[in-house]
């Protein structure tokens, strides 16, 4: 295993080497996280395709229930911790996902896009963080969509997470996108870089087809 020096590792590269190697004993989190603050997660718009269905208990959004096939597009692995200003894991905390298919359709009745809808991509789920306060989930890679003549909304997964004090709604983007330098939700953010995350590859216990996104959320007090 390599050895890293923690002054020279930001705090969302300490996630998300914790968040890949599954080990968080690997460096001392409190220790740096004393090193800088952390910053809030940008809240960013619910959107007009929150989901209308109750939201689906299964971590697996690329099979439907009963249906055999899988869902089209890049498969992908998307984990995270959710932690307070301080650093502190928000354990046992309700994470709400959801998103359009490989096409750039929601599954939803207020979605006028034309392009196709997948009879076997779930489209979204509710997930728990775990006692470190991290979740997981198994998604393809959404599609960006229009929403107008000439605007088109780069790829994105929208979040919505419920701590025991804050509540934070937001939206994942992917680094490379073409219309993430346009996009006025996202630019919203101002730091845009605490959401635009990339695609790397999978660890071995992940398909090989599979790539690996980590996406670190942080709220105020948890
Ligand atoms: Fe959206």
Redesign the pocket.
């Known amino acids: 295993m390599a050895t890293y020096s923690i002054v020279d590792l930001s705090r969302r590269e300490i996630f998300r080497m914790s968040a890949i190697l599954g080990l968080t004993s690997v460096v001392s989190t409190k220790f740096a996280f004393a090193q800088a603050a952390l910053q809030r997660t940008p809240g960013q718009i619910r959107?007009p395709?929150y989901p209308l269905k109750p939201f689906d208990q299964n971590a697996d959004l690329t099979k439907v229930p009963g249906r055999p096939g899988r869902a089209e597009g890049q498969i992908l692995n998307v984990t995270g911790q959710v932690v307070n200003l301080k650093g502190e894991p928000v354990r046992n905390s309700k994470v709400e996902v959801w998103?359009?298919n490989a096409h750039g359709r929601?599954k939803h009745r207020s979605d006028t896009n034309p392009a196709p809808l997948d009879p076997n991509f779930e489209g979204s789920a509710v997930l728990t963080t775990d006692t470190e306060g991290r979740y997981r989930f198994k998604t393809i890679k959404p599609a960006a969509?229009p929403v107008g003549p000439n605007t088109v909304?780069p790829a994105?997964i929208?979040f919505e997470v419920y701590g025991k004090q804050d509540r934070l709604v937001t939206?994942m983007y992917f680094e490379g996108d073409p219309y993430n330098s346009t996009d006025r939700v996202l630019q919203s953010a101002g730091r845009t870089e605490l959401l635009i995350t990339k695609l790397l590859p999978p660890p071995p216990e992940f398909e090989p087809e599979s790539k690996l996104v980590v996406f670190d959320i942080v709220l105020y007090a948890g």
Do not use: C, K, L, V
């Open positions: 959107g395709f998103q359009a929601y969509y909304r994105h929208h939206q």
